[in-house]
């Protein structure tokens, strides 16, 4: 049964500071690994996508890294900023679902 | 709009009344998920919609909810004899292609309330 645990729960940074966010995942059987950041009162908003051939996906600040075999993906952010603030989920696609970790709730402070 | 829409943004219900969600999927996506996510807790699948195929109805916590997407566009999630543990806000995905190889696309949710 897969499952995805992300580390820390929580973490608040000053900002301008570089940053990386965990995730583990028990099966390396995966179709793709996805990063969504969550907004109090919003939706889900999809940040990076990498499928499981790749090994990183790049998207201005922030860059995915993926690796299959030892079941860890890593979400980096440069040069934080207070609007970075968000509660970051990290999903494996698998066996036809995706599998959530709890999140990280990151916080940067002015 | 080009995004997933969900009504209503927040419902809220007596205790043992039915309620029905709404999804719009985009335009042109074959595959419709919906989760569910309760207060300081992880995303839960409920069902999953591709294509034509019969559902993946796994996710499903009881036979209280039920869902069907229509003509392979909008889907509604069904949930009756409302419980106060349902309370959550209930989440719609949508993607292209085969689902899961593709970026998935949320809608804002509905915050459901059972009191």
């Known amino acids: 049964k897969q499952e995805v645990t992300q580390i820390p729960a929580a973490l608040s940074v000053p900002e301008g500071e570089n940053l990386v966010l965990n995730c583990s995942f028990t099966?390396?059987?995966?179709?793709?690994l996805q990063w969504f950041r969550q907004d109090p009162g919003k939706g889900l908003t999809s940040l990076l996508l990498?499928?499981?051939s790749q090994r990183e996906q790049t998207s201005g600040r922030l860059n995915a890294s993926l690796d299959k075999s030892s079941g860890r993906s890593t979400l980096y952010i440069a040069a934080s900023q207070p609007g970075d603030s968000a509660t970051y989920l990290c999903?494996?696609?698998?066996?036809?679902?995706?599998?959530w970790g709890a999140g990280t709730k990151l916080i940067i402070k002015p | 709009g080009a995004g997933v829409s969900q009504s209503p943004s927040n419902k809220v219900t007596e205790k043992g009344k039915d309620v029905e969600l709404r999804c719009d999927p985009i335009?042109?996506?074959?595959?419709l998920y919906w989760y569910r996510q309760s207060l300081g807790q992880g995303l839960e699948f409920l069902i999953y919609?591709?294509?034509?195929?019969?559902?993946?109805k796994s996710g499903l916590p009881s036979d209280r909810f039920s869902a069907e997407r229509t003509g392979g566009s909008v889907s509604t999630l069904t949930i009756q004899r409302t419980q106060q543990e349902d309370s959550a806000v209930y989440l719609c995905?949508?993607?292209?292609?085969?689902?899961?190889?593709?970026?998935?696309?949320f809608g804002q949710g509905t915050r459901l309330t059972v009191v």
């Open positions: 335009s042109g996506h074959t595959a």
């Open positions: 099966d390396s059987a995966i179709y793709n």
């Open positions: 919609f591709q294509g034509n195929s019969a559902p993946d």
């Open positions: 990498i499928q499981s």
């Open positions: 995905a949508s993607s292209l292609g085969s689902g899961l190889n593709t970026e998935a696309f």
């Open positions: 999903a494996v696609a698998s066996n036809y679902q995706l599998i």
